[in-house]
């Protein structure tokens, strides 16, 4: 009985655990922080590649770097795992971030990637634009390891296009340049390069230049800087390649011992390693080993297919030399059968690679559009703070100015109500002195009066002696006599008592009439008693009246009293603010401020 409460138990407790502790339940849960690394993406590339993408999401997730360096590894992991578009979408992001674009080695290394995307996805065009401004960048920059990068690639796309010879001696150079370099991936370079000019040569039918690139590989197979990050698996793997290219090059040369000891030396090496296998393909071939090509290449067949993966360059691979093979050996309905699916396997490959690329383009575009619209939105809100500073700025600005007009205004509206207070005293004094000079003038009318009086007094006979009046003297400069300022006086007292000024038309001939005046003695009068001329005599009178208006009667139009003063309104507001140095409106504001200040 209680054996069997037991066994109930058990699966409860199982499900409790798988629950509560995933890592438990085959490894889908949550990865420890050993793990979260980029070293370890690098690590299991080739032996868990799953592990290596659980690690890159987890790593994303938890943002563990910034987005150009996440952007930068799962490029880097796309490219290891065949995946080219994917990998160009991520090394681009990472390029158009600010912190790359600020880092010249950072972008030459992203254009360094792009250079293998662009060369696996066969578009010479893309690839050239990256070497130009790889070889741009290293040379200004005088960066060695990146220059050989450049030419090796301008090599490489040479032989392509047909030119061989040239583009085999600019790869070689650019493999001798990098092999002269301290670079941290130098020999992670020189393994891509060596391995590609063993292809090329191979394929060329240089044999002999197949063992010299081979013989340069093999002695950094296992050579580090202890800057490179580990990768599982990766010395047996180039050991196997570097075996079945050596067979290959030893059979064709006609060396058919030493082959034979070569691929005895592959065959030992790792077998789950099979994905290598086509290399020795054509040493196979060559020697009729149908039996081995069988044995090799039908597991994986099988393989492939039961994990669904049928769709791929391996299979395209496989699915070739079982068709060749068939063939050799006379079974040639297999033969045509295993042809046919390669036909359509690259037909679905070909659409499978334009669906990608449309999906890629597609998922590029898309972040494009949200990173433009992010821009946009950035962009906007710097307008915005940069507006708002603006404003800011113009009103602290518009407040100075405020400030500073109006304590100007103060000073001038006190200026103008300390002109208006002198304006009145002058008006006060002047008239004072206008009244004196009217007494003196009577006074001496009435002593004129009585000296007539007196000569008439002594042409009757009487005896009175005439009080004696005696001319004042000359003036020492000019001759000007007593009798002359008296005369002068006389001319102002006349104008100013009936204000003549106030004719408009009032001029020297009108003053002549009233008082005889000899012509050469006219303009000398004013010259020598006002100190001006007779106009300006006159206008100043004019200023001087309207100021005793503007005091007098502030409720007055200025118009009426430019009219009371008799002149024209140009000739008014010129003449005013010459003698006062204010506009004849702010005087009269100021005299009516005056008056409320009670300012006398």
């Not at 093979?325 to 690259?346: C, K, N």
């Not at 009086?453 to 002594?458: F, N, R, S």
Request: aromatic residues 10%; hydrophobic residues 35%; charged residues 30%.
């Amino acid at each position: 009985m209680e054996v069997i409460k037991m066994k109930s138990i058990i699966p409860l407790l199982a499900v409790w655990l798988a629950l509560a502790c995933p890592a438990f339940a085959g490894g889908g849960g949550s990865l420890p922080d050993s793990l979260l690394n980029e070293d370890c993406i690098y690590k299991y590339l080739y032996t868990d590649r799953d592990l290596s993408e659980r690690i890159m999401a987890e790593m994303r997730r938890r943002k563990s770097c910034p987005d150009w360096e996440l952007d930068y590894i799962e490029g880097d992991l796309y490219y290891n795992t065949g995946r080219n578009r994917e990998a160009l979408k991520h090394y681009n992001a990472a390029l158009e971030s600010a912190h790359v674009k600020g880092n010249d080695t950072l972008r030459m290394e992203l254009l360094h990637r792009q250079i293998s995307c662009y060369d696996g996805l066969h578009d010479e065009t893309g690839k050239m634009r990256c070497v130009e401004r790889l070889m741009e960048l290293a040379k200004r920059l005088g960066d060695r390891p990146m220059e050989s990068i450049a030419l090796f690639n301008l090599g490489k796309s040479l032989h392509y296009q047909g030119d061989k010879e040239r583009g085999y001696r600019y790869m070689e150079q650019g493999a001798a340049m990098m092999a002269a370099t301290d670079y941290r991936l130098k020999y992670d370079n020189l393994r891509y390069e060596y391995k590609t000019l063993v292809l090329f040569y191979e394929r060329d039918g240089r044999h002999d230049d197949v063992l010299r690139i081979l013989d340069a590989w093999e002695e950094i197979v296992s050579a580090s800087t202890g800057s490179e990050p580990a990768i599982d698996g990766l010395d047996q793997s180039e050991r196997k390649d570097l075996c079945a290219m050596r067979t290959v090059a030893l059979s064709r040369l006609g060396r058919k011992a030493e082959a034979a000891e070569s691929y005895r030396q592959f065959c030992q090496l790792d077998k789950d390693l099979s994905r290598n296998s086509y290399l020795i393909m054509p040493y196979l071939f060559d020697t009729k080993q149908y039996d081995e090509i069988f044995r090799i290449n039908l597991p994986r067949e099988r393989f492939l297919t039961e994990e669904g993966d049928t769709v791929n360059y391996y299979m395209t691979s496989v699915l070739k030399f079982l068709g060749y093979a068939y063939r050799d050996v006379g079974d040639y309905r297999q033969s045509s059968a295993y042809f046919e699916r390669l036909s359509d396997l690259r037909d679905s490959l070909k659409y499978r690679e334009q669906e990608s690329a449309a999906q890629d383009y597609a998922a590029l575009y898309d972040s494009r559009e949200k990173d433009l619209q992010i821009r946009e939105e950035q962009e906007e809100n710097r307008i915005a703070w940069a507006v708002a500073g603006g404003v800011c700025l113009l009103l602290v600005v518009v407040g100075a100015f405020a400030c500073v007009i109006v304590r100007k205004n103060r000073a001038i509206n006190r200026r103008n109500l300390s002109l208006v207070a002198r304006a009145k005293e002058h008006m006060a004094n002047r008239k004072e002195l206008d009244r004196k000079i009217e007494e003196n003038f009577a006074l001496r009318d009435r002593l004129e009066q009585a000296l007539a009086q007196l000569e008439e007094v002594k042409s009757k006979g009487m005896s009175m002696k005439r009080p004696e009046i005696k001319d004042a003297p000359e003036d020492s400069k000019g001759g000007w006599t007593e009798a002359d300022r008296i005369l002068f006086e006389r001319i102002a007292l006349e104008i100013k008592s009936r204000q003549l000024f106030r004719n408009p038309d009032f001029s020297r001939t009108e003053l002549l009439k009233i008082i005889p005046v000899p012509q050469n003695k006219f303009a000398g009068l004013f010259k020598q008693f006002a100190g001006t001329t007779f106009t300006a005599y006159i206008q100043n009178l004019r200023m001087e009246y309207a100021n005793e208006l503007f005091i007098e009667h502030p409720d007055w139009s200025i118009d009426a009293v430019i009219k009371s003063c008799g002149m024209s309104r140009t000739a008014f507001y010129t003449q005013f603010f010459l003698k006062f140095g204010v506009r004849p409106d702010e005087f009269r504001k100021s005299v009516r401020k005056g008056l409320g200040n009670t300012i006398l």
